[in-house]
T-cell receptor
Framework: GESVGLHLPTLSVQEGDNSIINCAYSNSASDYFIWYKQESGKGPQFIIDIRSNMDKRQGQRVTVLLNKTVKHLSLQIAATQPGDSAVYFCAVGAGGTSYGKLTFGQGTILTVHP | NAGVMQNPRHLVRRRGQEARLRCSPMKGHSHVYWYRQLPEEGLKFMVYLQKENIIDESGMPKERFSAEFPKEGPSILRIQQVVRGDSAAYFC????????????FGAGTRLSVL
């Protein structure tokens, strides 16, 4: 079955630094990848997504990289700010009968120090 | 455009009671998903519904748990005869037609079973 894991459970950075959060997945049929941000006491907030036919996508201060060969994706946050402190989850979706069912990783806690 | 609305935000039940969690999707969204999150873990898929239909309930426990999304009104996740192990945060998400992997989450219901 699908499993999604993160290399580092916690990440501490200084304000202004760039942050990189990693995620590995196991199902080669996965075709949709999403990064969510979850602040304490709140629901996951959509950050950015990428389809399997792409290897890079950029948003505002965020970039997602996808390496299908090694089943790995990463979230890069540029000029990290204290407001970026949260738990970050990668989520993976597949097609076929699993379409609509997201599998989440365990999460990485990002702490940004002023 | 209001986001996904969940209520109640907090629910306390004694063992053996029933818990009813409600979710109203974003306007225009016809797909609803329920996920469960234990402390310091990622979200785990439970069930995916469209209006009046259960599409995928592969993540639902076989007993005591049920979900519905009636033609009128919110989606309901019902847990009968709750046990302490049911204590968790339950999140609902919705997605627009044709984009099942783009899921937007509510703030969640935190269930505590005494």
């Amino acid at each position: 079955g699908e499993s999604v894991g993160l290399h580092l459970p916690t990440l501490s950075v200084q304000e202004g630094d760039n942050s990189i959060i990693n995620c590995a997945y196991s199902n080669s049929a996965s075709d949709y990848f999403i990064w969510y941000k979850q602040e304490s006491g709140k629901g996951p907030q959509f950050i950015i997504d990428i389809r399997s036919n792409m290897d890079k996508r950029q948003g505002q201060r965020v970039t997602v990289l996808l390496n299908k060969t090694v089943k790995h994706l990463s979230l890069q946050i540029a000029a990290t700010q204290p407001g970026d402190s949260a738990v970050y989850f990668c989520a993976v979706g597949a097609g076929g009968t699993s379409y609509g069912k997201l599998t989440f990783g365990q999460g990485t806690i990002l702490t940004v120090h002023p | 455009n209001a986001g996904v609305m969940q209520n109640p935000r907090h629910l306390v039940r004694r063992r053996g009671q029933e818990a009813r969690l409600r979710c109203s999707p974003m306007k225009g969204h016809s797909h609803v998903y329920w996920y469960r999150q234990l402390p310091e873990e990622g979200l785990k898929f439970m069930v995916y519904l469209q209006k009046e239909n259960i599409i995928d309930e592969s993540g639902m426990p076989k007993e005591r748990f049920s979900a519905e999304f009636p033609k009128e009104g919110p989606s309901i996740l019902r847990i009968q005869q709750v046990v302490r192990g049911d204590s968790a945060a339950y999140f609902c998400a919705s997605s627009p037609p044709g984009q099942k992997n783009i899921q937007y989450f509510g703030a969640g219901t935190r269930l505590s079973v005494l």
